[in-house]
């Protein structure tokens, strides 16, 4: 069986995301796959993003961290998605980013990959579930096979039970979350093993 190539696509403003990044890549890796981490490039205007000492450190913290590319999205056979709700739906910094994908979907680079999406928010009814199920419609657009975490491990039900993905409040990650996030990510993983097998 092919090693699944795991691509960890985020953005992150103020960390939250940029830490789900991180755990799922570690638990992609111990599931046995390759893994690349990318994030999405910034949009926010410079004098924006500097104005905010959280944003900036922030930005600062993810500079060795490239940004996506079309490239990446060809490489890998799988995708995690971690991105922050913003009124409802996905963070326009990634947003920016899906829409240069238009050439690769459009030569079918994008089908037949699997994908699954986490999200955060200020509070828990803040769009946590629009943001993901938007992502999962883009990635039916594309043809890509959604991976949800559903109620297929325990650790659903301790989470809060989103079965669409993981999702939290804005800095209130804790150890279950970090179990379900792992849990998310290796699901994944064997999924995209068995579509690449």
């Not at 999405?40 to 924006?48: F, G, I, L």
């Not at 993003?49 to 999205?73: H, N, R, Y």
Request: proline share 6%; glycine share 8%; with cysteine.
């Amino acid at each position: 069986m092919a090693q699944p190539k795991i691509l960890v696509l985020f953005y992150s403003t103020y960390g939250n995301n940029h830490r789900v990044a991180e755990l799922a890549a570690a638990a992609a890796r111990d599931a046995g796959a390759e893994v690349r981490v990318v994030r999405a490039p910034e949009t926010a205007p410079r004098e924006v993003v500097e104005s905010q000492d959280a944003w900036k450190a922030q930005l600062e913290k993810m500079s060795d961290i490239p940004e996506a590319t079309p490239d990446d999205m060809v490489w890998a056979d799988g995708y995690f998605v971690a991105c922050p709700t913003r009124y409802g739906v996905t963070a326009s910094q990634m947003r920016a980013f899906i829409d240069t994908l238009g050439p690769i979907w459009q030569e079918g680079k994008l089908a037949n990959k699997a994908f699954t999406a986490t999200t955060s928010a200020q509070n828990p009814h803040g769009g946590q579930e629009t943001t993901i199920m938007g992502l999962y419609t883009t990635a039916i657009h594309w043809g890509a096979i959604i991976v949800p975490p559903g109620y297929a491990d325990p650790v659903k039900f301790e989470d809060g039970g989103n079965p669409y993905g993981y999702s939290f409040a804005a800095g209130a990650l804790d150890e279950v979350g970090e179990r379900s996030i792992a849990y998310q990510a290796k699901r994944l993983t064997e999924f995209t093993a068995k579509l690449t097998a």
